[in-house]
């Protein structure tokens, strides 16, 4: 989940990259942009980098497992046929 810090910082670095000739609306922008960050990002599925990490690691050792399992396989399958 993202904390208030975090998506106040969010809304002004897309706020920082709008046109300097957007001047006085800009700070409404930004407003608007933090209203819809704090309605839609809760919405969407985020994880923490430690639980995406742990996911990550998790689908390395099924890879490597899956090439171990495909390597048998395919060497059970030349001892059948010759």
Known sequence: MIDARRLEELAQRLAGVMP???GPIR???EQNLRAV????LPRLE???REEFE????????ARERIAEL????AELE???RG
Request: aromatic share 0%.
């Open 78 to 80: 030349a001892q059948r």
């Open 70 to 73: 495909e390597a048998q396989v």
């Open 20 to 22: 300097p000739a957007l």
């Open 37 to 40: 960050l704090q309605s839609q």
């Open 27 to 29: 700070t409404e922008i």
């Open 46 to 48: 985020l994880v923490g």
């Open 54 to 61: 742990a996911a990550r690691s998790q689908l390395v050792q």
